[in-house]
C-alpha cells in the first residue's frame, strides 16, 4: 500500500489528469457490460442459504472495490474535504432514502432478496456516493469516462442485437414491431441484455442523453464523438426491439431537454422540424409504423385501460402497490421486498415502491432527490452551455433525470442480482455533478469587493474633507 500511495502521489491529479477519469471510465464499463462479463452468476442471483448470499454479496460488491480505489486516490492526492456546494437538497434525499433502506432491512432482514437488495443498491450506491462526491471532473476525464461507459455498454447492445437477428431477423418490420409479443422466443435478447425489457430500457435512459450531450458538442474529440453515436445507433435498434412506450416518452422529454441546453428554446422549431422529417422518412420506408405506434401510445397518453390491457395491469400494480404501503407505512415491506409482497412483484411507480418497501421515510428520501434533481438540472439549464463547469454539470445531471422521469412513469430497477448497474451510475453521476456553492461565493466575494472599494472610496473622501 505504501508503494501504491507513493506513486500515486508522484505521478498525481496535476502531474496525470486522467487518473480520477480512468476510474470512472472503469467503474461506468464494468456496470455497463456487467450483464455480459465472465462470471456473471454474480450479476443474477444465486440460490444460496441467506448467510452465504449475504457474506458472497459483501465481498463480491465490485463498487465497493471502487471506492476503495477512488478513497486511496483522494487521501494521496489530498482531495478527501468535497467542497461546500449546493446541491438542491439531492444529498438530504439520499440521505434519508439510504436510512429508511437501513431501518426497514433491520425490521426486515429474514424476508427474501431483502439482505442482497441492501447490499446490491444502497449499501454500493452510498460507498459510490461517498467516494466520488466533490471530485472536479477536467474536460478530459468526462471524455476518457463516457468512453468507458459507451464501450461498456456496447457489449450488451450489441449482444442483444445479435441474439434478436438469430431468433427473428431484422428485414420485417412489422415483425420487428410486435417481436416482443411473443415471450418465450424473447428469451434469447432478454438473456443478452439485462434479464428483461425494463431493465434494459431503464438502462438506455440513463446512458442516451449522457451519449446524445457528448455527441453535440463540438469542443470533445472526434474520436468520441464518432463512439458515442455508433452507441446511440445501437441504442436506438434496440429499443425498436424492446418496444417500452415509458422509454420513448422519457427519451422524447430528455432529447428536448439536451436540445434546450445546447441551442436554446429558440431553436425548438428546428428540432421539431428535424423529427417531423425523420418520421417522414421512416413512415415511407415502413408504412405500418404509423398503425402500429397509434395503437401503442394513445392508451397511454389517455390512459385507456379499457383499451389496453397493460395499462390496466399497470394502474392495479400501482393500487396494489399503495394498498400495501398503507399497511406498512412506518419501514414497509424492506428493500426489493416487493418481490414476493406483491402479486407482481412491483408497484410500477417510483415513489410508491419505495413507499412500499421503505416506509413513509422511503416515499420521503425518493421524493426529495426527484424534486433535487430536477430543481438542479433547471438551474443548470438557465445558465447555458459554457465548455467548463456547467457542461460537465449538465453531462452528469442529464442520465440521472431521465431515469427519474422513467421511474416515475414505470420504476426503477432496483431489485436485480448482486451487482446494480442503474442504482451505481444514478449514484456515481450525480456525486461528480458539480456544485454550485463555489461560483456562488466567487460573485459573492467580487461584490463584496466591490462594495468595499467603494465604501474605501467614499471614507478617503470625508478625511480629506475633515483634514481640509
Known amino acids: 500500500m505504501n508503494v501504491l500511495n507513493r506513486f500515486i502521489r508522484r505521478r498525481g491529479a496535476a502531474a496525470h489528469p486522467f487518473g480520477v477519469g480512468l476510474i470512472v471510465a472503469a ?8 450483464a455480459d462479463l465472465p462470471g456473471r452468476a454474480y450479476f443474477h442471483l444465486v440460490q444460496l442459504n441467506m448467510a452465504k448470499a449475504v457474506s458472497l454479496n459483501v465481498l463480491l460488491q465490485p463498487a465497493i472495490v471502487f471506492a476503495v480505489v477512488v478513497l486511496v486516490w483522494r487521501i494521496s492526492s489530498r482531495k ?19 436510512v429508511a433502506a437501513s431501518l426497514s432491512v433491520v425490521l426486515n ?21 461517498a467516494a466520488l462526491v466533490g471530485i472536479e471532473l477536467t474536460q478530459a ?3 476518457i469516462a463516457v468512453a468507458g461507459l459507451a464501450i461498456g455498454a456496447l457489449l450488451p447492445l450489441v449482444n442483444g442485437l445479435l441474439a434478436f437477428i438469430n431468433e427473428w431477423g431484422f428485414s420485417d418490420s412489422q415483425t420487428v414491431f410486435s417481436a416482443y409479443k411473443d415471450l418465450m422466443r424473447m428469451q434469447g435478447y432478454e438473456a443478452a441484455t439485462f434479464g428483461n425489457r425494463g431493465n434494459t430500457a431503464a438502462f438506455v435512459v440513463i446512458i442516451t442523453p449522457l451519449l446524445v450531450t457528448i455527441l453535440l458538442q463540438k469542443g470533445r474529440p472526434m474520436l468520441l464523438r464518432i463512439l458515442c453515436g455508433a452507441t446511440t445507433a445501437c441504442v436506438l435498434l434496440n429499443l425498436v426491439v424492446l418496444q417500452v412506450r415509458a422509454a420513448f416518452l422519457t427519451l422524447g422529454i430528455s432529447m428536448f431537454i439536451v436540445w434546450a441546453y445546447r441551442y436554446g428554446l429558440r431553436r425548438i422549431p428546428l428540432l421539431l422540424g428535424a423529427v417531423a422529417i425523420a418520421w417522414f422518412g421512416l413512415v415511407r420506408f415502413a408504412p405500418d409504423i404509423d398503425t402500429m405506434m397509434g395503437e401503442r401510445f394513445v392508451p397511454v397518453l389517455t390512459l385507456d385501460t379499457e383499451e389496453d390491457v397493460s395499462v390496466f395491469e399497470r394502474t392495479e400494480s400501482i393500487k396494489e402497490g399503495w394498498t400495501i404501503a398503507k399497511k406498512n407505512w412506518l419501514l414497509g415491506v424492506g428493500p426489493g421486498g416487493a418481490l414476493t409482497a406483491h402479486s407482481a412483484t412491483a408497484a410500477h411507480q417510483f415513489q410508491i415502491q419505495q413507499a412500499m418497501e421503505l416506509g413513509v421515510l422511503g416515499f420521503v428520501g425518493s421524493t426529495i432527490f426527484s424534486i433535487g434533481i430536477f430543481v438542479w438540472l433547471v438551474r443548470v439549464v438557465k445558465l447555458g452551455p459554457d465548455r467548463g463547469v456547467n457542461d460537465a454539470r449538465f453531462a452528469m445531471l442529464i442520465g440521472p433525470a431521465s431515469f427519474v422521469i422513467y421511474a416515475v412513469m414505470a420504476n426503477g430497477t432496483f431489485n436485480i442480482g448482486y451487482v446494480n448497474t442503474w442504482a451505481v451510475l444514478l449514484a456515481s453521476m450525480v456525486a461528480l455533478a458539480p456544485g454550485f456553492g ?21 471614507v478617503a473622501r470625508r478625511l480629506r474633507g475633515a483634514s481640509i
Open 80 to 98: 478527501m474535504a468535497p467542497p461546500a456546494v449546493s446541491r438542491s437538497g439531492v444529498s438530504a434525499g439520499l440521505l434519508c432514502w439510504f
Open 141 to 143: 476525464d468526462v471524455n
Open 109 to 129: 432482514w429474514d424476508t427474501d432478496q431483502v439482505l442482497v437488495t441492501y447490499f446490491a443498491v444502497f449499501i454500493a450506491g452510498a460507498a459510490i456516493y
Open 438 to 458: 463555489r461560483a456562488r461565493a466567487a460573485q459573492r466575494d467580487a461584490s463584496h469587493s466591490a462594495s468595499g472599494q467603494v465604501f474605501d472610496r467614499l
Open 27 to 34: 467503474l461506468w464499463g464494468f456496470h455497463a457490460a456487467a
